[in-house]
């Protein structure tokens, strides 16, 4: 019995895939398939090359670019590929934000609460995956009170610090909100409530300090409570300590330089010191436009954050 011959047909069958290799028969078929090959590699790879963190740096350097619209489309192809990631909700959040906040300033209202709305619903997102996100909590709280709802951004925050007590940034992030509605109350000559706001953020500040006397963020933003109540020479020494504790922080190192101090002291307890917890706001709050402090950042140590997934806020 005889074999039959498929060598004249230039073929090799695979029975396993069930597929035919072809072998080039001529200089020309081998050069047609050699172009072929190139041209696929050509096509091929920048598409396998689109990973998350691809697309989530081409977001971040149109969202530096204020092209808003380019960035949540990076941003939406990234988290196809990663929809687990809790940063990248974050980066779609913060950028449907400052589009929002853009459209504003332009006059399109309509356009502003559509956009804040997805702001919100990626903020939340970011926060179902992992509630202690601290850009997220701090965004969404923001966003609360450019479109006054203080009291939701209080709400906010306090119940992050119910949720995770142990956790110092909830309550730094408190203080925060505290101090700021201090500085509006004085803007708007309500100094009562403006002191009041100052104890509440000093407090929970010191309480910080108390539980985590290494934390950085609590001593740059009692420094900063101090320089803004005309305390410089303690404002200085915290912000010492602050820079001790995470030498990273430039910003802050500028900053000791220009009120003619060098960023180096000793590590100390604050006088006054106290475990008080109260987180009580004030029972009225009224409308108000914005709110945003340096002392405050949640990037002083840019040092662990990864630029390609995470926008710096």
Not at 153 to 182: M, T, V
Request: aromatic letters at 8%; one cysteine or more.
């Amino acid at each position: 019995m005889k074999c039959k011959n498929h060598n004249n047909n230039n073929l090799f069958h695979d029975k396993k895939n069930n597929s035919e290799f072809r072998i080039p028969n001529s200089d020309s078929e081998f050069k047609r398939l050699l172009l072929l090959f190139f041209i696929t590699i050509i096509v091929v790879l920048p598409i396998v090359g689109c990973t998350s963190a691809n697309m989530s740096a081409e977001g971040v350097r149109y969202f530096n670019q204020a092209r808003y619209d380019q960035a949540q489309r990076a941003f939406t192809e990234a988290l196809k590929r990663e929809p687990n990631n809790p940063d990248i909700y974050f980066n779609l959040a913060e950028t449907y934000h400052q589009s929002a906040k853009l459209s504003l300033t332009q006059g399109e209202i309509a356009k502003a609460q559509q956009q804040y709305d997805e702001a919100n619903k990626y903020y939340r997102n970011c926060l179902a995956i992992d509630r202690n996100h601290l850009k997220a909590n701090r965004g969404l709280a923001a966003m609360y009170i450019e479109i006054r709802q203080p009291q939701m951004a209080f709400e906010h925050i306090i119940n992050w610090c119910k949720i995770s007590p142990n956790l110092q940034d909830p309550k730094i992030e408190l203080a925060r909100l505290h101090h700021e509605w201090a500085q509006i109350m004085t803007a708007q000559g309500q100094k009562e409530i403006s002191d009041s706001s100052i104890k509440k953020a000093t407090e929970l500040l010191q309480n910080v300090i108390a539980n985590d006397p290494n934390n950085y963020r609590a001593w740059r933003a009692i420094g900063f409570i101090r320089e803004n109540n005309g305390d410089r020479e303690n404002a200085i020494t915290a912000y010492q300590q602050s820079v001790l504790l995470n030498p990273n922080q430039n910003d802050l190192k500028n900053k000791l330089t220009t009120m003619g101090a060098t960023p180096t002291g000793t590590l100390t307890t604050p006088a006054g010191t106290t475990t008080s917890t109260n987180n009580n706001t004030s029972s009225s709050l009224p409308n108000i436009t914005g709110l945003g402090s340096i002392g405050y950042s949640t990037n002083e140590n840019n040092t662990n954050s990864t630029p390609e997934t995470t926008l710096i806020r």
